[in-house]
């Protein structure tokens, strides 16, 4: 019996929907830790080894996609118009840190990693927009404290965000689909398999090229995301799944 019935959509996606946009991926033979150590600047200890380093990484990042030019591509955009066009639910759980899946018009859009152009007290934990560079003299609107500011990223070691209720969504949904992902960061590449066993979802992997976790999908379509993306959301509106 398909899950055509159960009409709630999770999407997850990752660095491989963005780097037609011009981003980077991170394990990609250009990707980003081919040339910077995660040791180095992802990483809490490092934060506190050394913050002027893993704030010059991030603004670097962060400028890039505040200066304009990085814009959405085809695949941000079906989603958006999935979410708008299917009756049921279509909700996008994200890892990438990147704003393309709103500027595209995805609203119902969890950052499970933050959010590169946010930024997070550690003294009183508030978050707040922040398009410019971040450095240890930045002082936190909120309480007034300096130096406390950190980017509202989740680094590794630390609980990606929405987790509870992302699991909610993975155990209701009829269709698990996961976009530009290697697999290779849990919790996220194990999400295929709760929605599989917790919901008996239908799973499908849309991929430059088969990912880790590859053999745990149900259906697969590998290409570019700007072309494999589009074409799946055209055929669910179609025909469902
Ligand atoms: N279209 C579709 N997929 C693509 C494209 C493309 N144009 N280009 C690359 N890909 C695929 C690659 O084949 C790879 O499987 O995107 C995937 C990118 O994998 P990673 O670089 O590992 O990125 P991601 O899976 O998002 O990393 C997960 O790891 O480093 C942490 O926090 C970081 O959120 C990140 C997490």
Redesign the pocket.
Known sequence: MNNTAKRNIVILT????S??SGLS????AD?I?ATVRIEDVATPEAFARDPDGVHEFYNARRGRLAAGGIEPNAGHAALARLEQEWPGDVLVVT??IDNLHERAGSNNLYHM?GALLKVRCEACVNVVEWPDNLGRGDTCAACGTTGQLRPHVVWFGEMPFWMDDIHQALEACGLFISI???G??YPASGFVEHARFAAGAHTVEL???P?EGATLFAEAHYG??TEVVPAYVDKILRDGW
């Open positions: 990752g660095a491989g929907i780097k037609e991926t991170f394990r990609d990707g830790w890892q990438n990693h530009g992902t290697s290779n960061v991929n430059l090229e990912s570019p995301a």
